[in-house]
């Protein structure tokens, strides 16, 4: 757990230390991939740090680097009509970290709460944890670190499992939410719902399956 005080930090503070963070863990920094995707029929545009690594994730290529950090400019439409609000844009820049047959669930958990908590300067009691209802492995890293039960909240696929379109990699994931009033307790908190109090502010993807339609 962090023993100071989170501070402001600018947008260019936030890239750096993220880049700088996953370049000590072995990443190799490679450049963003173009708002509109070069290879890829199946979108418009960019808007996900995986996408220009797909054929690293269904097997077509194989990766120089086995990990690899970005910032990706994206941009999204699906839920424009949600924009305005404190979490919705239709474009922004994506911080990104991908293992490719290396790491995985354990250790990727462990890293992000380092960032956030050490790095960051984001104090536990601020943070919430979402992992898909089957997904024990996610359960029990998070719990390795010493994250309570009333922190880590169980969602079904709507809520905890990503897809990168009709077919392509896809898997379950845990959220991070970031808790703006720690104050009014830990009973019948609801994260991925209560968007007034909390902000998801980092998505884990564990890209361990493949939809083929």
Not at 19 to 45: I, M, S, Y
Request: net charge negative.
């Amino acid at each position: 757990m962090a023993d100071q005080k989170a501070q402001p930090l600018s947008s260019e503070e936030i890239r750096n230390s993220f880049l700088d963070f996953f370049k000590e863990k072995n990443h190799v920094q490679l450049p963003a991939w173009p708002l509109v995707p070069v290879g890829d029929p199946t979108t418009l545009f960019t808007s996900a740090g995986m996408q220009q690594f797909k054929p690293y994730f269904i097997g077509l290529e194989v990766p120089e680097h086995k990990r690899v950090t970005t910032i990706q400019p994206c941009f999204r439409t699906p839920d424009i009509e949600e924009v305005g609000d404190l979490s919705h844009l239709t474009a922004f820049e994506m911080m990104g970290n991908f293992s490719f047959g290396d790491y995985f669930k354990s250790e990727i958990i462990t890293w992000a709460f380092e960032l956030l908590t050490e790095i960051y300067k984001i104090p536990n009691q601020n943070l919430h944890f979402s992992i898909f209802s089957e997904d024990e492995e996610a359960y029990g890293a998070w719990r390795d670190l010493g994250i309570g039960d009333d922190q880590i909240h169980r969602y079904g696929q709507d809520e905890n499992y990503w897809f990168s379109g009709p077919t392509g990699p896809c898997g379950p994931d845990s959220e991070i939410f970031y808790d703006f009033a720690p104050d009014k307790g830990l009973q019948n908190t609801d994260p991925a719902r209560q968007n007034d109090r909390f902000l998801e502010i980092w998505n884990l993807v564990f890209m361990q399956n493949l939809r083929d339609e």
